[in-house]
């Protein structure tokens, strides 16, 4: 069986991007639970599949807040962030142990349980137009990581809907961001939507916060045009108001 890996909250201009890797040596499980891509898959239904996958195999989930994807930023693309992100976290789970590449940003943490068995082979959904660059770089990354090790890593677009060890990892990524976003709102004393651009609910806390304070918000990434759009805005409506 091999690892899969995925993200949740590439493009968000609020809150963090999660990846998370998972294996098991229960592939025909994985399809009779029912796995599958999660965007396809119901909220309750995300969170009761990753609850079981967490039980029934190994995994690494990876959260990188928004401050730490602006810092990154400063340097590298979101293209290079993901491919030591993906790096860092199939490192972590076919090593057994926290590994992260010395060119990611502070603030980024690794949670795991286990570690991968049998064959080093990864499925990834690929975030690069390019597949096999995408793949290539990850392999590259994590064989600088834990060593040498006839690794193969297969990326691929759409791969978390048509391989389950990649809907699996989607899950995980998905829930644990959900989880976090939940977390933000709470904190902020205010509903934050989904964190993308393209969910009223999002944009409009965001306008009320810059409205209000002339900042933008804790968790926002100050790095997407969303974000510097809004200020643009509040800078503009101030210098009418002389």
């Known amino acids: 069986m091999p690892t899969g890996m995925d993200e949740a909250g590439r493009g968000p201009v609020m809150g ?4 998370a890797a998972y294996w098991t040596d229960e592939e025909d499980g994985l399809h009779r639970m029912g796995v599958r ?3 396809v898959l119901s909220p309750a239904r995300r969170e009761q599949l990753a609850s079981m996958l967490a039980s029934r195999g190994a995994y690494s989930v990876l959260v990188v807040p928004a401050r730490s994807i602006d810092s990154a930023r400063e340097h590298m693309t979101l293209n290079d962030l993901e491919v030591k992100c993906f790096s860092s976290a199939g490192a972590s789970l076919l090593s057994g142990r926290q590994v992260m590449s010395s060119a990611m940003p502070d603030g980024i943490t690794v949670s795991m349980r286990g570690k991968a068995q ?4 990864v499925k990834v959904d690929a975030a690069d137009v390019v597949e096999r660059r995408f793949g290539e770089e990850i392999r590259r990354g994590i064989l ?7 690794l193969e890593v297969l990326s691929m677009h759409k791969a978390d809907r048509d391989h389950p060890s990649v809907g699996a990892a989607s899950i995980l990524a998905k829930v644990e961001r ?3 976003i939940r977390t933000i709102s709470e904190g902020l004393g205010s509903d934050i939507g989904s964190g993308y651009p393209s969910d009223p609910v999002t944009m409009r806390f965001l306008k009320g916060w810059v409205d209000r304070t002339g900042s933008l918000p804790p968790h926002c990434r100050h790095s997407w045009e969303t974000a510097r759009r809004l200020m643009s805005g509040s800078i503009q409506s101030t210098l009418e108001g002389y």
Request: no cysteine; net charge negative; charged share 40%.
């Open 16 to 19: 963090p991007m999660v990846v």
């Open 37 to 39: 891509d999660s965007k």
């Open 118 to 121: 049998g064959d080093p082979i």
């Open 144 to 150: 600088e990581l834990v060593g040498e090790m006839d």
């Open 178 to 180: 959900d989880r976090l």
